[in-house]
Structure formats: C-alpha cells, structure tokens
Nanobody, 124 residues
Framework: HVQLVESGGGLVQPGGSLRLSCAAS????????MGWYRQGIGEEREGVAV????????SYADSVKGRFSISRDSAKNILYLEMNALKLEDTAMYYC??????????????????WGQGTQVTVS
C-alpha cells in the first residue's frame, strides 16, 4: 500500500506562485509514475502533470504548459509541483497520484492506483 500526503496549497492572487509537495510512503518504491490531478467545483477531475521515474520524463496538460513544473526527489520520496503565473481557472483541489506503470503522458483517471487526500489551491 502507498500513502500520499499533499501540502502547500493556499490562497494566492492571479499571477502568483505556489509549490505543492506530496510525500509518499509505504511501498512507494514500486511506483513508476507519479503525478498531479485537480478538480474544480462542479468539474471533472483532470490530469495536470506526471513524472516518470523510468526515464520517460515529464508530461503536462496543455492548460499548464510553460507555467507549471513537476519534479521529484527520489531519495526523499517527495513529488513537487511548482505553479507559476497562476490564473483564476487554476483554482481547484489538487491531488497527488501514483500510477503503477510507466507513463509518457498524463494517464486517464482509471490508471491511478493511489490518491492523496488533496490540497486546495485558490486563485483570487
């Protein structure tokens, strides 16, 4: 079992920045792909960015390309999401996700095996 705990959300003005963190524990060594998904009120959950440990790099949703950056500290089992130039439409609950296989693009929701509890990001 893998536990994921997010932190770093908050209230920020448009154009501002935030950094989200996700601490992974448990059998996190079996996880090849980790990523961030988000869900706004009344909206479906969508993929934001993923990072593949096996060398397939990173992938981003078109809506965040050039503004968000995903990275991971494998030694500490922490996943980060650096968010810059935040927009009102970035307001959402952000969830850390663990996918058991490699990913070269953001996988669909059904591929996620473990979810964190979420951290709220509000741009206002």
């Amino acid at each position: 079992h893998v536990q994921l705990v997010e932190s770093g959300g908050g209230l920020v003005q448009p154009g501002g920045s935030l950094r989200l963190s996700c601490a992974a524990s448990g059998y996190s060594s079996i996880v090849n792909c980790m990523g961030w998904y988000r869900q706004g009120i009344g909206e479906e959950r969508e993929g934001v960015a993923v990072s593949d440990r096996g060398g397939k790099g990173t992938s981003y949703a078109d809506s965040v390309k050039g503004r968000f950056s995903i990275s991971r500290d494998s030694a500490k089992n922490i996943l980060y999401l650096e968010m810059n130039a935040l927009k009102l439409e970035d307001t959402a609950m952000y969830y850390c996700a663990a996918i058991p296989y490699s990913c070269s693009r953001v996988p669909p929701l059904g591929a996620v095996q473990y979810w964190g509890q979420g951290t709220q990001v509000t741009v206002s």
